[in-house]
């Protein structure tokens, strides 16, 4: 469980070669839950959630292998179920990768020191490419990340309504909170670019979708830093939303999906099938969303 | 794993309560590393790191239970260990409550919707009576922690150095960005006084403990607020720091500490007398510290 596993010293070219090898830079969110399973997994698995999920997640992630370059994985989603959930989070994140899927474990860890080398290192037994982190504690909370091997996208901007609280506040010197976080990811992100990553650091950025303006200042502030960008769908956001996270063409973003790829049609016959056609739609409308751009 | 335990609608006066009956308000960190463990302890664990670490931590719970009110666990130190890590963690929490011991989950979770509740469900499974938290997305972070019967720490103030970058730039109103996580932080925790809690808040703050000046200001504007109050012994903190912290005699402040504890004396001939020592005298530093306040 915890021994090492081989290393990707250059995390962004690994996640832009995954991208430009499928064409489409999009991610699906895996982040299931028991309550929502398609009915024939969820019999099947004799009502046990633990068990329920571990089979839908594996039909998610064969099913959208062929069509999309990476998923992320919501750790709480199988922390919820104590030891039994992180070992299926364990089996399932070993199954992406062998299915040549780069993993973002969505953990959102934050903390110093020891602990933060802690959960770098339990992010790469587990066999994570990427990583989210927090961003409060500076780059102390970050970096062991990248030391352990990891790529990290740092939360510099959310979607969620209290995200605000926080993120919005203007500064003294004109720049709000999240423009401070994203100045401290760009610097973090011009330290660690590969040889081979296009000028991408190891550090990227979790932008939320729904605020196109925001996204576009942010983009211009961090040239160096992948956006991960969630909300897409689901969540609300289209295609100028999505324009505005990326630096030219599908370069510079990863747009992540979650609910409108897992439960596109849990009553369809084959609900693989049906993951797998949301996958190709996803790609192909976030494509399509760019080129446009373009 | 994931059945329901019996909650504490109010976590404060739970809390307060424990501190009350040991007279102290202190907390031993339990984040042990395989590196240090006791020799004697390593070689009974045949070398397994996570056999090691269980024992190890036991025999921690306890040596402190008769001298401290509570105990906050490391995640990240068991998480390293993956599922097998995370079962070694519920067994322990399982044991210091059966030690009457208040158990706070040092996880610095941030999330929401969804993966928050999934977090504080995680929590409540592993019995746990209060968690840390992340500020940075805002309420919608930390609400579902109280929602599910915890007490939440959420970070306002770290003494890690890069924690500055965020947490000490000034807004254009004057306060900095920890003074305005700690008025969140006070809006939620008048919001969530429990009847018995002596005017305490189901949220909390965890404020470092290296900045007396800081922390008098911070406990000025969070006057419902239970502290949490890291760095004391080998972090460098000393009483004057722990006084600023505090509002009234014991009251209003849980210091802890973890090195000056768990490694006391690794070499002693008796691992648990020496921890049981350590952690008596931490007790009465403190009280000590706080009577001279008085």
Known sequence: MHASRP????????LTAAVERVGAPVCVGLDPVAERLPAPIRSAAGDDPVRGIEAFSRAVIEAVAPAVPCVKV????FERYGAAGFAVMARLIAEARALGLIVILDAKRGDIGLSTAHYAAAAVSLGAHWVTVSPYLGDEGIRPFVDAGLGAFALVRTSNPSGDAIQAL????????????????????MATRGDRSGGFGAVGAVVGATRPEDAARLRARMPHAIFLVP????????????????LRGIT????????SVLYAAPEAPDVRAAIHQAATALADEVTQALAVAG
Do not use: K, W
């Open 7 to 14: 290393r990707h010293p250059d995390p962004a070219s690994c």
């Open 170 to 189: 203007p500064l003294a010197d004109g720049r709000t909170v999240a423009e401070a976080v994203a100045d401290e990811v760009e610097r973090l992100a």
């Open 74 to 77: 919501q750790s709480a989603c």
């Open 231 to 246: 909300g897409y769908g689901a969540q609300g956001a289209g295609g100028a939303e999505i324009r505005a996270c990326f």
């Open 252 to 259: 510079g973003a990863v747009v992540t999906a979650s609910r």
